[in-house]
C-alpha cells in the first residue's frame, strides 16, 4: 500500500510513543530557546562497515532529526575517527563528543557493573531475559549509579547473540585449545577457561587479523556481525550454542544532556528507550534471515561444541560470577539478583 492511499508518512509514524509525548512541545513552543538547533558529535565503536552502525545508530540518527523537525541532529563518526574501544569512554567522559557507542566490557574498570551489563557467559540464552534484567529488574539504573561519578549516562542499545566464528573445525576439547580468537570482556575469561588462547582485536583490524591467521577465530555479535564484517570469508563455521547474551550501550556526556532544551532531552531519553525494544526484536530477525544467506551463499556450516567444550564454559560461567559477586557493591547486589534470576528460569 503506497503513502498516499493511506496518507501515513513515514514522520507520522515516527511522531509515536516518546516522539508524539513530546511533540506539543516541540510544536508549540516559540521561543528561541525553544528552536535551537543542536548538533552532537557521535563516536561509534563500530566500523562503518558493522550492521549496527548503519541499521542502529543511523537509523537514530535519522528518526531523531525527523520528530525534531532537525531541531537535533548526530554527526557519526566510524571507529578510530577520534578515538576506538576503550578511548570512545574518556572523550565522551571530557565531552570532546556528546556521546559514544561501546560494548561494557570495555570498560570494566570504570564501573563494577559493567561485567554484568556487558553480559555473563553462560547465563543467559534467550534475549528476553537479558532485556528483563537490565530494564525490569534494575541493572542498567545500577550501572547508571555507578557512570554518574564520571558524568556519564548509559542506555542499553540492544541486547544481542554472541556466537563464535572459526576458521578451523572443532571436533574435540583439543582443537578448541589450539585455536587463538578473538574476544572481549568477560568472554576473554570465558574462552581462556575453555582452553583456547584469546586475545582482544579492535574493529577495524579483526578482518585481516583473522585472514592472516593472527587469530583462528572471533566474536563480533552473532551472524549479523559476521555477515556485515566479511568475517565468514575467512571463517566458514559457524559455532552453537550461543555463548551468551550480550549487550551495547549508548553512553552520553552527562553535561551536554542537562544542557539540552528540556523538550529535546525528553524526546532524545524517550526516543533511545523505544528504540531499544524495537531494535532487540528487529535484531533476533535479522540473525536468523543473516544465518540464513551465509548457509546459502557462502557456504557457513553451522557446527555444534563438543561437550568437553561445553563443560569448560559452564565452569568458567559460575567462575565468572564468583569473580563480579567479589566485586561488592553494586556488582554484588547484580550478581545476587541474576542468580536468583537464573534459578526462576531453571538455569542454575
Not at 82 to 103: C, D, H, P, R
Not at 257 to 275: G, K, V, Y
Not at 278 to 293: F, G, N, P, S, V
Not at 339 to 346: I, R, T
Request: proline content about 3%; hydrophobic content about 45%; charged content about 20%.
Amino acid at each position: 500500500m503506497t503513502e498516499k492511499k493511506t496518507g501515513l508518512s513515514r514522520r507520522k509514524a515516527l511522531l509515536g510513543g516518546a516522539a508524539l509525548a513530546a511533540a506539543p512541545a516541540i510544536i508549540g513552543s516559540g521561543s528561541a530557546r525553544a528552536q535551537e538547533k543542536i548538533v552532537w558529535k557521535v563516536q561509534s565503536h563500530w566500523p562503518k562497515a558493522s550492521a549496527s552502525y548503519g541499521d542502529s545508530l543511523q537509523v537514530i540518527a535519522d528518526e531523531l532529526a525527523e520528530i525534531t523537525n532537525g531541531r537535533f541532529t548526530l554527526e557519526l563518526h566510524g571507529a578510530g575517527e577520534f578515538a576506538k574501544g576503550a578511548e570512545i569512554f574518556q572523550i565522551v567522559k571530557k565531552g570532546v563528543v556528546e556521546m559514544g557507542t561501546l560494548s561494557p566490557g570495555y570498560i570494566l574498570g570504570e564501573a563494577p557493573m559493567a561485567g554484568l551489563c556487558l553480559g555473563v557467559p553462560g547465563t543467559f540464552r534467550e534475549p528476553w531475559e537479558f532485556q528483563y534484567y537490565l530494564k525490569n529488574m534494575g541493572a542498567e539504573a545500577m550501572f547508571n549509579e555507578e557512570l554518574a561519578y564520571h558524568g556519564v549516562v548509559s542506555r542499553a542499545e540492544k541486547v544481542y547473540p554472541t556466537e563464535l566464528v572459526v576458521s578451523k573445525e572443532i571436533n574435540d576439547a583439543s582443537d578448541f585449545s589450539a585455536m587463538k580468537l578473538r574476544s572481549s570482556g568477560s568472554y576473554l575469561k570465558y574462552l581462556e577457561a575453555a582452553g583456547a588462547a584469546p586475545q582482544y582485536v579492535a574493529g577495524p583490524e579483526l578482518y585481516q587479523s583473522l585472514a592472516s591467521g593472527v587469530v583462528d577465530g572471533a566474536h563480533w555479535g552473532a551472524a549479523q556481525g559476521a555477515q556485515s564484517m566479511s568475517l565468514w570469508e575467512v571463517a566458514k563455521f559457524h559455532m552453537k550454542p550461543t555463548m551468551g547474551m550480550a549487550m551495547d550501550t549508548l553512553i552520553m556526556n552527562k553535561a551536554a544532556i542537562d544542557a539540552l532544551p528540556e523538550d529535546l532531552r525528553f524526546t532524545l531519553m524517550m526516543h533511545l528507550e523505544n528504540r531499544f525494544w524495537k531494535r532487540c526484536a528487529e535484531y533476533q530477525y535479522k540473525e536468523m534471515t543473516a544465518l540464513a544467506a551465509g548457509i546459502a551463499d557462502h557456504g557457513v556450516k553451522v557446527k555444534q561444541f563438543p561437550q568437553g567444550v561445553l563443560d569448560k564454559f559452564a565452569e568458567a560461567s559460575r567462575a565468572i560470577l564468583e569473580e563480579e559477586r567479589a566485586k561488592g557493591g553494586n556488582a554484588a547486589k547484580g550478581t545476587e539478583m541474576l542468580v536468583e534470576f537464573l534459578k526462576v528460569l531453571g538455569y542454575a
